[in-house]
C-alpha cells in the first residue's frame, strides 16, 4: 500500500504562483511514476502533469510553459509548481502513483481557487 499526502494549494490571484507537494509512504519502491490530476467543479478529472521515476516529465497541453513538475531530491516526494495561473485552473488537484503493473494509488486533494 502507498499513502500520498499533498500540501500546498490555496487561493492566488490570476497572475499568480502556487507550489503543490506531495509527500509518498509505505510500499512506494513499487511506484513507477507520480503526477498531478486535477478535478474542476461539473467536469471530469485529467491528468495535468507527471514524471516517471527516470525524470520524464509529461503535461497537459493547457499547462504546458506554465507549470513544471519535479522530484524533491527523494524518491517518494514530487512538486509542481504552478505560474501564470489562470481562472480556468481552479480545481481539486490530486497526487497520483502509479505502479509498474497499472495500479493506481491518490491522494486526497487540495483545492486550488485562482480570482480573475
Known amino acids: 500500500q502507498v499513502q500520498l499526502v499533498e500540501s500546498g494549494g490555496g487561493l492566488v490571484q490570476a497572475g499568480g504562483s502556487l507550489r503543490l507537494s506531495c509527500a509518498a509512504s509505505g510500499s512506494y519502491s513499487s511506484i513507477t511514476s507520480m503526477g498531478w490530476s486535477r478535478q474542476a467543479p461539473g467536469k471530469q478529472r485529467e491528468l495535468v502533469a507527471a514524471?516517471?521515476?527516470?525524470?520524464?516529465?509529461t503535461y497537459l497541453g493547457s499547462v504546458e510553459g506554465r507549470f513544471t513538475i519535479s522530484r524533491d531530491n527523494a524518491p517518494n516526494r514530487i512538486s509542481l509548481q504552478m505560474n501564470s495561473l489562470k481562472s480556468e485552473d481552479t480545481a481539486v488537484y490530486f497526487c497520483?502513483?502509479?505502479?509498474?503493473?497499472?495500479?493506481?494509488?491518490w491522494g486526497r486533494g487540495t483545492e486550488v481557487t485562482v480570482s480573475s
Open positions: 514524471i516517471t521515476s527516470g525524470g520524464v516529465p
Open positions: 497520483v502513483a502509479r505502479t509498474g503493473v497499472g495500479q493506481a494509488y
